[in-house]
């Protein structure tokens, strides 16, 4: 039962335009959403996160929206650069129950 | 100010013999999390664990695998008799333990059981 989906395993764009990444979710108790980013044989890095209070959170190049009745959300990064392909994961955790439940990620490649 | 440091960063054993795995947590972090990444597959959470106490250990298989945190140094991922289903990445993350607060990752330690 996966409770986290990213449906595209890859999106490839232009240096310059938009990236969307989406996650969708089927736990209505998660209360916090994570973006990470992850390098191959690296560890996830951090990007941005947003509280389940809040719809929108922005942070330089990069701003997460999140639809709770649709259990939806999606990271926009524009512009674009060519170090921002990576794998991109989403990963939600409910409150006080601290694990985080992970998505399989989505590959993103930024052409020059 | 350094991050969460994973080691060895590589892994190799044979099948039947441990490996211990070392997660030193961010500078103030009181809080340590492992999660497993098998070949083609997401990431998954094995245990959570504050100084001296194991929080939440419900993504741990229930034999061979254990954790814990000490009062002083590295929080250790021991696994007894590996077979090759346990070749994965293996990562630390920690935090402060603050509600909503963020989980910072290691590199990662890659355990390969021949």
């Known amino acids: 039962d996966q409770q986290v989906k990213q449906n595209s395993p890859s999106l490839s764009v232009q240096e310059g335009r938009i990236s969307i990444l989406n996650c969708d979710y089927t736990n209505s108790m998660f209360d916090y959403f994570l973006w990470y980013k992850k390098y191959p044989a690296e560890g996830p890095t951090f990007l941005i996160s947003i509280s389940s209070i809040k719809d929108k959170n922005e942070d330089g190049r990069f701003t997460v929206f999140l639809n709770k009745s649709a259990k939806h959300l999606s990271l926009h990064i524009v512009p674009s650069q060519p170090g921002d392909s990576a794998v991109y994961f989403c990963a939600p955790h409910a409150g006080n129950n601290r694990k985080l439940i992970w998505g399989l990620g989505t590959s993103l490649a930024v052409n020059p | 100010n350094a991050g969460v440091m994973q080691n060895p960063r590589h892994l190799v054993r044979r099948r039947g013999q441990e490996a211990r795995l070392r997660c030193s947590p961010m500078k103030g972090h009181s809080h340590v999390y492992w999660y497993r990444q098998l070949p083609e597959e997401g990431l998954k959470f094995m245990v959570y664990l504050q100084k001296e106490n194991i929080i939440d250990e419900s993504g741990m298989p229930k034999e061979r695998f254990s954790a814990e945190f000490p009062k002083e140094g590295p929080s250790i991922l021991r696994i007894q008799q590996v077979v090759r289903g346990d070749s994965a990445a293996y990562f630390c993350?920690?935090?402060?333990?603050?509600?909503?607060?963020?989980?910072?990752f290691g590199p990662g330690t890659r355990l390969t059981v021949l």
């Open positions: 993350a920690s935090s402060e333990g603050l509600v909503g607060d963020t989980q910072y």
